[in-house]
């Protein structure tokens, strides 16, 4: 057993962490707080998004479980459940966005390299959004239609990674067409031989071929597979406040998560896709094994080895 630093603990240092200070630092993120720090706010809510935590109550049960682990993760100890509710509520938001964007930064320069198509030299990037149902009852802030409420993350993903490299979080009103500028446009058609089909798309950009046209249309699924993976894999369909600050609070960080996962991904090669290192750091995160040891092991082969006494099935 390596009995050196949990896996939660060495994934958190991949964050960069003066960065980090000076986003609190621009929003006085840490005055007279006295007990939980917007630091250690992040760490707790990145364990709970990373082990898939339901609510205040269940971070609560888990972290005083932890024990001494806490401190060596960056936590001093476990808080009351009323701490964490009061950060997420009152601090500014703008402090995980800012943060998200220097990650964001990060990623995108690591993965500049990778090309997305040979006529293409620049970035491409793809815009979507997806809406996030809530109870109105609970979410009064966040109306959406007269028994319903909603917010809505507006992503624009470059799709090398993928990486969102702009996020918005508006309420469920906001429709997209509203944010739609008017540019010159025209039609172009293309026939795919594999469905023997004519596709039309529509186009502002007239120096490209209408294959890499047509390449780019289907690529805009990505931010689909993207508003699919955070759903799926992180905590942001239900949330540990009410008030749109929280909300925001705690979807910034599970951006800030996946944007992280993603550079962990390309700095040390690793094989798999962000969801299957996402489990294993999730079951693991408070193992003391070496980081990039558990994720780039093999998993086991089994082999059947040869029994003569099993009949075979359909010898009988």
């Known amino acids: ?29 840490n005055r007279r707080v006295r007990t939980l720090t917007c630091y250690e706010q992040f760490l707790v809510m990145v364990f709970a998004q990373l082990t898939y935590r339901e609510s205040l109550r269940d971070i609560d049960t888990c972290m005083r479980t932890l024990g001494h682990r806490l401190y060596h993760a960056g936590i001093r100890g476990p808080m009351a459940r009323s701490t964490l509710a009061d950060a997420n509520e009152k601090r500014p938001w703008t402090i ?18 990778e090309s997305f198509a ?27 239609r007269r028994t319903k409420a909603a917010i809505k993350l507006h992503t624009l993903l470059d799709l090398r990674g993928p990486i969102p490299t702009f996020v918005y979080i508006s309420d469920g009103k906001l429709h997209d067409v509203n944010a739609w500028t008017k540019y010159p446009s025209n039609w172009v058609r293309f026939f795919d031989a594999e469905t023997d089909r004519f596709f039309v798309y529509l186009t502002n950009n007239f120096a490209l071929s209408v294959l890499t046209i047509a390449l780019l249309y289907k690529s805009r699924w ?68 070496a980081l990039q040891e558990l994720l780039t092991q093999t998993m086991p082969q089994f082999q059947d080895g040869d029994n ?6 359909f010898d009988l």
């Open 1 to 29: 057993m390596n009995e050196g630093r949990t896996v939660f603990a060495q994934l958190m240092d991949w964050l960069p962490k003066y960065q980090f200070e000076k986003c609190v630092r621009r929003y006085n993120g």
């Open 308 to 313: 003569h006494n099993q009949l075979m099935l």
């Open 118 to 144: 040979a006529e293409l030299k620049q970035a491409v990037y793809a815009l979507d959004s997806t809406t996030i149902d809530l109870c109105l009852s609970v979410f009064p802030c966040a109306r959406f």
């Open 96 to 113: 995980f966005a800012d943060f998200a964007q220097v990650l964001i930064r990060e990623a995108t320069d690591l993965y500049a390299g």
């Open 222 to 289: 990505q931010v689909e597979l993207f508003f699919k993976w955070i759903k799926q894999h992180l905590r942001i369909k239900s949330f540990f406040g009410t008030l749109a600050n929280a909300v925001k609070t705690q979807v910034w960080i599970a951006i800030c998560l996946y944007v992280l996962v993603a550079i962990l991904k390309k700095q040390l090669n690793l094989p798999g896709s962000l969801h299957k290192i996402l489990q294993i750091l999730s079951v693991n995160a408070f193992e003391k094994v």
